[in-house]
T-cell receptor
Framework: ETGVTQTPRHLVMGMTNKKSLKCEQH?????MYWYKQSAKKPLELMFV???????ENNSVPSRFSPECPNSSHLFLHLHTLQPEDSALYLC????????????FGEGSRLTVL | AQRVTQPEKLLSVFKGAPVELKCNYS??????LFWYVQYSRQRLQLLLR??SRESIKGFTADLNKGETSFHLKKPFAQEEDSAMYYC?????????????FGKGTHLIIQP
């Protein structure tokens, strides 16, 4: 499979659950990103990884925990989320961070009950 | 702080009519501007960037530093242009980790 793949596509969880979102890119890129897309808000950058090292956090709450084990995989671990965290979470990749061209996945739609 | 404003949440035009999607930005440095597009049931993707000076799918966008604008234009709209369009900004050469997106404009082309 080519491009950026995200799983699961839909996730419903309670506030006490622990779950993870997964992203995989098959483009040979070395930078990966997590974005949050909420209704009525612009896309918000959450985390940036370049060469598997986190370079940006953007003051995201600690209930979101990213993990980048290698340049092709990115996870977003979720625990004790709030209903306001319900959103579409988009993963993206790029060749280095100096290019403005991002390649996005289809997103994981998260609903927190 | 950098900010991108897309004043129109929804824009509806008839097929064959000209289209202009507005984008204004606020940034103190040297900006690089982009337009991203998301067609129905497809993922978000780059449409064009100002430094390329290209016309993609008939769309063009000119960076106007005096008016701090980067409006997206097409002289004759086609039905397949219906999509969500997002304007984005970063520091020139600063890359994707500094991208700031606007809220998006939903373009509907009526037959």
């Amino acid at each position: 499979e080519t491009g950026v793949t995200q799983t699961p596509r839909h996730l419903v969880m309670g506030m006490t659950n622990k779950k993870s979102l997964k992203c995989e890119q098959h483009l040979g890129h070395n930078a990966m990103y997590w974005y949050k897309q909420s209704a009525k808000k612009p896309l918000e950058l959450m985390f940036v990884y370049s060469l598997e090292e986190r370079v940006e956090n953007n003051s995201v709450p600690s209930r979101f925990s990213p993990e980048c084990p290698n340049s092709s995989h990115l996870f977003l671990h979720l625990h004790t989320l709030q209903p306001e965290d319900s959103a579409l979470y988009l993963c993206a990749s790029s060749q280095g961070t100096s290019s403005g061209e991002l390649f996005f996945g289809e997103g994981s739609r998260l609903t927190v009950l | 702080a950098q900010r991108v404003t897309q004043p129109e949440k929804l824009l509806s035009v008839f097929k064959g009519a000209p289209v202009e999607l507005k984008c204004n930005y606020s940034y103190s440095g040297s900006p690089e501007l982009f337009w991203y597009v998301q067609y129905s049931r497809q993922r978000l993707q780059l449409l064009l960037r100002h430094i390329s000076r290209e016309s993609i799918k008939g769309f063009t966008a000119d960076l106007n530093k005096g008016e701090t604008s980067f409006h997206l234009k097409k002289p004759f709209a086609q039905e397949e242009d219906s999509a969500m369009y997002y304007c984005a900004l970063s520091e020139l050469g600063g890359g994707a980790d500094g991208l700031t997106f606007g809220k998006g404009t939903h373009l509907i082309i009526q037959p």
